[in-house]
């Protein structure tokens, strides 16, 4: 995962439009509205956000913050059904998947200035919002044999359920978009906390790394696995890089 992180960073960098030319003017306009859009990555996977900071007094901004990440187990395992020939890993138990759609309000604090083109500004904010939770159920692919000709193997894509389909049948998930009509909303809260470091050649555009928790509550304890009682709280450490402007 942490190779996967600091691959997406370096290619991102590297890709920027900011980098490829010079600017001779380095004065930089700190009463300025910013905003920024990147890439979030942690065990969760990898996900978006855009970020919108308006100046208020003594050195805060109101900040408005818009993410999209998948919400996972920490402890969740593959496995692989060695019994069977072309098989792809899945989880076990896990019936669904949730992503989270996080419109978030907040305040920022400027903890260091950034003064020239050589400097780093540091920032902490605290952001608190509603969560639009998507419950997708997952699909794998079964195969067995045909009770009419038993020389004759079947395979089909199935809605997983544990009880109903054995580990010996299943040879992996089926494509993604199996289940999209089966979308289920939950509803819930967020909250965002972390610490941003900007920096950059220009008077008006910069980049940032951002780390920080992410914490989400679902009071309807939506069903990820069967068997368990599943999570209210989700919360995790993060990663993101991003692309910002003064404006």
């Known amino acids: 995962m942490q190779q996967k992180i600091c691959a997406i960073i370096f290619i991102i960098y590297l890709i920027s439009p900011f980098s490829l030319k010079a600017q001779e003017n380095y004065d930089i306009t700190y009463e300025d509205a910013a905003m920024k859009f990147g890439v979030l990555a942690s065990p969760n996977g990898i996900g978006l956000f855009y970020r919108n900071s308006t100046p208020l007094q003594n050195k805060y901004s109101w900040c408005f913050d818009l993410s999209f990440t998948g919400v996972k187990q920490i402890k969740e395992k593959q496995v692989l059904n060695q019994r069977m020939v072309n098989t792809t890993p899945y989880i076990y138990g896990k019936v669904n998947r949730l992503y989270a759609l996080r419109p978030m309000l907040g305040l920022s604090k400027e903890l260091a200035e950034k003064q020239n083109k050589n400097s780093v500004g540091v920032h902490a904010f605290a952001l608190l919002g509603p969560t639009l939770g998507f419950l997708k ?17 079947i395979s089909k894509s199935v809605r997983y359920n544990p009880e109903i389909y054995r580990f ?45 928790m992410l914490i989400d509550w679902f009071p309807s304890r939506p069903e990820l696995f069967h068997f368990v009682q599943n999570k209210i709280v989700y919360s995790s450490f993060y990663i993101s890089f991003a692309l910002g402007k003064n404006y």
């Open 137 to 153: 159920p997952n699909y794998v692919n079964v195969e067995y044999f045909d009770p009419t000709n038993p020389n004759v193997v």
């Open 168 to 212: 010996d049948q299943i040879t992996g998930y089926s494509p993604f978009t199996h289940g999209i009509n089966e979308l289920k909303l939950v509803g819930g809260l967020s909250f965002k906390l972390g610490t941003e470091f900007n920096w950059g050649y220009y008077s008006s555009d910069f980049k940032s790394i951002e780390v920080g």
